[in-house]
């Protein structure tokens, strides 16, 4: 038997198209989202339509349906197995237009760090599974502009980036009324104060996840919309490699990945998760990583070579004064022979009495011609 509604208090359908409906998921301000089956394939789907309590203008509804099909699009121009797939699209008289995605069992990630921040182990993981998600939307154009805790969903297999509902697609027509799209805590700088959207806000967004994850707390805290802006623009997230108990660079990662000009941040999405998975990889306290940064790489070698030539150096002296040292002693520790005192019958005009040196440097001839 149905339940009689979800959470917000609207009834449950008991079938949507050809898709049967089991219960709730979840839903928003806007939307909800229902747990259902397809007989047709036999496996179990997520539903997800407008409120039906909206009490909405034919111009309002419409625009909401238009960002619901621009979402369908973004979703069908990508296959990843860290993004949830999109299985369908419908209308259906008295619920209106639908979209069928694939069914994720798991918490979100916004449930997991309520019970507590992820170990360095299962971080790492997020890190490279979000970044490459990431990646691939951005090759293809798309711009999803609400990486968010919340929208991440921790499966089995994986990690999951949902609701593409604000993303950005090429040759999109649909139209902003100057409003700042996805949620404030996780905003980029430049879209707080310009609108500016593109990669860069996405990755800002996703080490703003990213530093939650690992924190269990939120990178820019605050009681209203208009605190958490100005904290965004204006300040730094604490460091959280101590408390963490990771590798300081962690702290340096995430600094360059929330930096507040786009230019001062990684290349890509991908490179910030790629260099704070080597981070969190680290024994704490350990060596500095290598990060996919020419300039970092080119300072380490140069550093290396400025060492192995001192040490030539002082290896090419050291050998030339031990030369010299064994051939000036060489003379004494070959057994040259000691000056004979002068025979008896040399006439007293040839004998010195000065005295003589102990030991002759001169050959036998030379000593006997004197």
Request: charged share 25%; with cysteine; proline share 9%.
């Amino acid at each position: 038997m149905n339940p009689p509604g979800d959470a917000s208090g609207q009834p449950l359908p008991v079938a949507i198209g050809r898709y049967r409906v089991l219960g709730s998921l979840g839903h928003g301000a806007m939307g909800r989202v229902l747990r259902a089956r397809d007989p047709n394939l036999d496996r179990d789907v997520a539903v997800k339509l407008l409120r039906e309590d909206l009490k909405l203008g034919a111009a309002e509804r419409e625009s909401l349906y238009a960002r619901m099909r621009q979402e369908a699009r973004a979703c069908a121009r990508l296959s990843h197995p860290n993004i949830v797939g999109l299985y369908d699209i419908g209308e259906e008289p008295g619920v209106g237009l639908f979209l069928v995605f694939e069914y994720v069992e798991g918490p979100t990630l916004e449930q997991q760090i309520a019970a507590g921040p992820l170990g360095p182990t299962r971080a790492r993981e997020l890190c490279r599974e979000l970044g490459s998600a990431l990646g691939a939307a951005h090759r293809a154009g798309i711009v999803h502009r609400d990486i968010k805790p919340a929208n991440v969903i921790l499966a089995a297999t994986g990690a999951k980036i949902a609701d593409f509902g604000i993303a950005r697609i090429p040759g999109s027509t649909l139209t902003q009324d100057g409003r700042v799209l996805g949620t404030p805590a996780y905003s980029a700088p430049e879209a707080i104060e310009t609108g500016e959207i593109g990669p860069a806000a996405d990755q800002f967004s996703l080490a703003a996840t990213l530093y939650e994850a690992i924190a269990g707390r939120r990178a820019f805290p605050g009681d209203d919309a208009v605190t958490v802006a100005r904290h965004i623009t204006g300040s730094q997230p604490e460091p959280v490699a101590a408390r963490a108990g990771v590798d300081p660079h962690v702290d340096q990662v995430l600094a360059r990945g929330l930096a507040k000009t786009p230019g001062d941040r990684f290349a890509s999405a991908a490179d910030l998760a790629d260099a704070l998975a080597e981070a969190l990889d680290l024994s704490p306290r350990g060596p500095m990583p290598t990060l996919p940064d020419a300039r970092h790489r080119a300072h380490r070698e140069a550093r290396a070579t400025r060492r192995d030539l001192t040490v030539l150096g002082l290896g090419v002296v050291l050998g030339a004064s031990l030369t010299a040292s064994a051939f000036l002693l060489w003379p004494a520790s070959s057994g040259a022979p000691s000056a004979a005192p002068s025979p008896p019958d040399t006439p007293p005009h040839r004998r010195s009495d000065a005295p003589r040196p102990a030991v002759s440097v001169l050959p036998r001839d030379a000593d006997a011609a004197r």
